[in-house]
């Protein structure tokens, strides 16, 4: 009887940990999936949706799942006609920051454009990830034209693509991935002018010379203010052009001009090239199920570590708090390492896909 009694006591006392780690698990598997949508601070969506009818200027709305890079936007939108925009946030070497947004097809060359700006070859890259939210007020997928309604971003230049002229209306995120907002360029224009913005359209694909007798002809679009960002160790050597990255090529006739796609460094790769062992790549991450998978296995090997008769005589019905504790204790750091990792891999597939991605001829 008393052995019965103890193999009970035992039983429910694993059921009790697993519950509560099970619980544990789900908390951290839905916070890792669920797509973080507009920061407290800043206009909300709801906020700048509500602006543009103060404006009376006409938008269509439509919902649809988080997405992360143009293509993903086409799955839902581009059924509909029009305009597909990418949005590039980028930075120079003076922290002076910009916001290039153009058509999905057009291609931009970073190496040009930063000659064109005066800015020398290499002198545009990827804005941080941390100014994302403390410049723009947004999400990691959610850069657009409409964040220069935040005061934060007043010192952010804009440069729009001059093929969005040509669309009878176009596709941006309202500051969130969850929806996309149709609109022309009228009225696009009229709400920068609302904010004190006058629009810049550029020709994105140009190449024209720059030298001592041909000035820049974009100079006039570097901001005067520059932004103190977070400081970035090690990482702003990942904005230059790595020698293994994919092109974005312009094309000007016979003369094809190629930049290299700036990759935040994951810092998984050794100075030669080979993988560091025990670093994973960038590339698991990219899989959400994978990811989970990963963070439910390690959450397991410490669970089965801990779940032992001694342990259970130890604590006995206090057995689920310390597990508990000791999950959250040993593996919070770990898990967090993870998350960066997975989200820095979306920024960097974002950008990547944001800059070829290629709509499908009508």
Do not use: W
């Not at 598997?29 to 909300?44: E, K, N, Y």
């Amino acid at each position: 009887m008393n052995g019965h009694c103890r193999n009970e006591t035992h039983i429910t006392q694993c059921f009790r940990v697993s519950k509560r780690v099970h619980l544990f698990c789900s908390a951290i598997a839905i916070a890792s999936t669920t797509p973080v949508i507009s920061p407290l601070m800043g206009f909300s969506k709801e906020h700048l949706l509500a602006r543009l009818k103060e404006l009376q200027i006409p938008f269509s709305q439509y919902e649809h799942p988080a997405v992360l890079t143009v293509e993903a936007q086409a799955q839902y939108v581009g059924h509909l006609g029009g305009g597909l925009s990418k949005n590039l946030f980028l930075k120079d070497k003076k922290n002076r920051l910009y916001i290039v947004s153009a058509l999905a097809g057009t291609k931009v060359d970073l190496k040009v454009l930063s000659q064109r700006l005066g800015l020398g070859k290499g002198g545009l890259r990827m804005a941080p990830e941390e100014a994302l939210g403390e410049v723009l007020q947004v999400s990691l997928g959610c850069v657009t034209p409409f964040a220069l309604v935040n005061e934060s971003a007043r010192d952010v230049s804009l440069l729009l693509d001059q093929g969005f002229k040509t669309q009878k209306h176009c596709f941006f995120h309202p500051l969130s991935n969850d929806m996309s907002i149709s609109l022309n360029t009228h009225d696009l224009d009229k709400f920068l002018k609302s904010i004190g913005r006058n629009p810049s359209y550029v020709d994105l694909e140009a190449n024209p010379a720059v030298g001592k007798d041909q000035p820049p002809d974009l100079a006039a679009l570097v901001p005067s203010g520059s932004i103190v960002l977070p400081d970035q160790p090690q990482k702003q050597s990942s904005s230059q052009v790595p020698k293994d990255a994919n092109h974005a090529s312009v094309d000007n006739g016979t003369n094809t001009v190629s930049a290299k796609v700036v990759k935040p460094s994951s810092g998984g790769k050794s100075t030669k090239g080979t993988p560091v062992k025990n670093v994973n790549s960038s590339g698991s991450f990219a899989d959400v199920g994978q990811f989970i998978e990963e963070i439910l296995q390690k959450t397991s090997q410490l669970l089965l570590s801990e779940v032992k008769e001694e342990n259970i005589k130890l604590h006995g019905e206090q057995l689920g708090t310390v597990v508990s504790d000791k999950l959250q204790k040993n593996l919070s750091s770990e898990f967090k390492n993870l998350a960066m990792i997975f989200k820095n891999t979306a920024y960097t597939e974002g950008f990547h896909a944001g800059t070829h991605y290629q709509p499908p001829r009508l």
